[in-house]
């Protein structure tokens, strides 16, 4: 089964730092893009940016862009999502999913597979 | 930016009804819109890509519809577990803005 599966929650202080991963299984890790994907408490979904694991090129939301960096190890088929500082406003679930179109960097083919998501909250 | 405005933003059905929520974006997408099936603690789900087709596994009572700026998502027959939310996305703002409508509450009646 093809699967996404994400490091589990954590509870961090503002200024910490943070790294969150997602690992892929029983598929090519390298053929599909990777995105991650915010939901703030209560409130809809906001895409954050993407990532190509053959190369690791990426792309950012604006409004995410110089707040996160976003990473990919192919030896081990995991994607990361990371803060250098988190601050209380970064408390949220984030959820990685794979682009749908194979060798395609576009979402035209929707995001097809997703992970459980991984709570992050950050508080004093 | 493109904006992307779902309507309703609630919706309160019976099971066994016809539904349809629509999503409007601030220019002409084409044919570049998902839609997502999102329940509490979940992950949400992929149903419909390119506007009207059908995510495998998903099953037939979702269909999309809509080109240009604006599209519905119908469910023909509400089952129990359709009762959550549901969002669009536009996937025309290549490479790096992909915005998601502000999502659809189905609730039972």
């Known amino acids: 089964e093809v699967q996404l599966v994400q490091s589990g929650a954590e509870v961090k202080k503002p200024g910490e730092s943070l790294r969150i991963s997602c690992k892929g299984s029983?598929?090519?890790?390298?053929?599909?893009?990777i995105s991650w994907v915010r939901q703030l408490p209560g409130k809809g979904l906001e895409w954050m940016g993407k990532i190509d694991p053959s190369d690791s090129y990426i792309n950012y939301s604006p409004s995410f862009q110089g707040h996160v960096t976003i990473s990919v190890d192919r030896s081990i088929t995991t994607a990361y999502l990371q803060w250098s500082s988190l601050k209380a406003s970064d408390t949220a679930i984030y959820y990685c999913?794979?682009?749908?179109?194979?060798?395609?960097?576009?979402?035209?083919?929707?995001?097809?597979?997703w992970g459980q998501g991984t709570t992050v909250i950050v508080s004093s | 930016d493109i904006q992307m405005t779902q309507s309703p933003s609630s919706l309160s059905a019976s099971a066994g009804d016809r539904v349809t929520i629509t999503c409007r974006a601030s220019?002409?997408?084409?044919?570049?819109l998902n839609w997502y099936q999102h329940k509490p603690g979940k992950a949400p789900k992929l149903l419909i890509y390119a506007a009207s087709s059908l995510q495998s596994g998903v099953p037939s009572r979702f269909s999309g519809s809509g080109s240009g700026t604006d599209f519905t998502l119908t469910i023909s027959s509400l089952q129990p577990e359709d009762f959550t939310t549901y969002y669009c996305q536009e996937s025309y703002s290549s490479p790096n803005s992909y915005t998601f409508g502000q999502g659809t509450r189905l609730e039972i009646k």
């Open positions: 220019q002409n997408i084409m044919n570049y």
């Open positions: 029983a598929y090519r890790f390298t053929n599909y893009w």
């Open positions: 999913a794979r682009l749908g179109g194979e060798h395609s960097n576009s979402l035209y083919f929707g995001l097809d597979v």
